[in-house]
């Protein structure tokens, strides 16, 4: 076994390092960047000094040791270079359709699938507060509601994150939500009904403007629900035609100095469902921030564990990132999470997918490329670029295609069409 540059007479790491980082005593704070080598994600490492030189420097070989020392105690700095991104091309439908909305409807703000629908149907939001239902392959546009949007005055913006109205939908389409994404407020409305609010949301307002409204449609037994934040710390799940509460649950009392059991220290965030119901996905965050992810199932909530939101046996904490939430975020079926940002900062995060089974929290696969907003047909993995669609394989990292100058918002189950309404056309395409 060769004596290498650290001195050691060990395995020789697959990451070089430049000179100043050799040898770097124990008790010494060492920091350095991770220059991508454009093979995978494989890196090498480089003190502040020689990244500023503005000359390639002198890389040395030394032991797995020493780099996982420097690696795992060191402070990371960023990333320099561009990784590999794995090209598998296969055929794909890059046809986009366009569909011109009247502009009597005004001007649309977001748009949600029917997922459960007949062919290709849309709930449309409008700035006004309509909803309307787009049914394009008939050439129909139907406003079935009007909500009386409520406004928050006195907002103040985190780190960038703008108030803005978010439309969701039940699969079925009797149901809808308009809520304000960073801020407190929203309605739950039966469609069925005349858009009759059912529900007056209140996710409180203690830090409301670092986290996008907390809600998610599911259906359990054929049943519609809506999980929605009730205040910062807490999830409720209720019945969306009469707002009855299905989650009922009250603290045992303590003394002001103890924490009740089943206190939960986590700020809720996005929530998404996974496709047939089972799992939900919670973005939030933690002090001092720090972003964790996590998963826990559906049914055992309703009908074992009124606090497996909190701390229940299903629930999976995934990862760690200071600083670092509201990026991409994905079901791959209702087995798989796909959780965008590789890395342990938001100052050294680089795009790219981190894919964790929800029934153990284990990491299974991690791919760089993947970056805007994400969606899943269960089989591949598409990203929203700003130059266009990416198309994935999300177990191999694989891009298989790409579809140039369509940015999608949403996906619509039922259909397989990615969908985005833009200067009041809607435009669809079906990839696979």
């Not at 994600?41 to 502040?48: I, N, P």
């Not at 690696?71 to 561009?82: C, I, N, Q, S």
């Not at 496709?275 to 992810?293: Q, T």
Request: net charge negative; hydrophobic share 40%.
């Amino acid at each position: 076994m060769l004596t290498l540059f650290c001195g050691h007479p060990a395995d020789a790491a697959a990451s070089r390092v430049c000179s100043h980082l050799v040898a770097v005593p124990e008790d010494q704070d060492v920091a350095c960047l991770r220059v991508l080598t454009g093979r995978g994600m494989e890196f090498d490492l480089v003190c502040r000094a020689c990244d500023e030189a503005g000359q390639p420097p002198v890389l040395v070989v030394v032991c797995e040791g020493c780099v996982d020392r420097l690696v795992e105690d060191g402070e990371m700095l960023g990333w320099r270079g561009e990784p590999e991104i794995l090209e598998r091309p296969e055929p794909l439908d890059a046809t986009v359709s366009c569909w011109s909305l009247p502009p009597s409807l005004g001007q649309v703000v977001d748009l949600a699938p029917i997922d459960d629908a007949d062919g290709s149907r849309w709930l449309a939001l409008t700035a006004d507060g309509a909803i309307a239902e787009l049914d394009p392959d008939n050439d129909r546009v139907a406003v079935l509601a009007t909500v009386e949007l409520v406004d928050e005055p006195g907002h103040t913006p985190w780190m960038d994150r703008q108030l803005r109205r978010r439309l969701h939908a039940s699969a079925c389409g009797r149901f809808a939500a308009v809520v304000d994404d960073y801020g407190r407020y929203g309605r739950v409305v039966d469609l069925g009904r005349g858009g009759v609010v059912t529900i007056a949301l209140d996710g409180g307002d203690y830090h409301a403007n670092t986290v996008p409204f907390s809600l998610a449609f599911a259906r359990v037994d054929d049943r519609p629900l809506v999980v929605h934040r009730t205040r910062w710390n807490r999830l409720d799940v209720s019945d969306p035609a009469t707002g009855e509460l299905l989650t009922a649950r009250e603290f045992e009392k303590t003394s002001e100095q103890q924490r009740p059991a089943h206190h939960l220290d986590y700020f809720h965030g996005r929530l998404l469902c996974s496709p047939g119901s089972r799992v939900l996905a919670d973005d939030g965050w933690i002090w001092h921030p720090v972003g964790e992810p996590s998963v826990w199932e559906l049914r055992p909530w309703l009908d074992g564990n009124v606090w497996e939101s909190e701390d229940g046996p299903t629930r999976q904490r995934l990862c760690f990132r200071d600083y670092y939430w509201n990026g991409p975020l994905c079901f791959v079926g209702d087995g798989l999470l796909a959780v965008g940002g590789i890395g342990d900062d938001d100052e050294t995060i680089l795009p790219g997918v981190r894919l964790f089974d929800v029934a153990s929290g284990r990491e299974l696969a991690t791919f760089t490329g993947p970056a805007g907003d994400w969606f899943s047909n269960g089989r591949r993995l598409y990203s929203a670029h700003t130059d266009g669609l990416h198309v994935w394989d999300p177990l191999t990292g694989h891009r298989t295609g790409t579809v140039p100058g369509f940015v999608p918002t949403c996906l619509h189950r039922g259909t397989g069409e990615l969908a985005a309404v833009a200067d009041g056309v809607l435009r669809r395409c079906r990839p696979a």
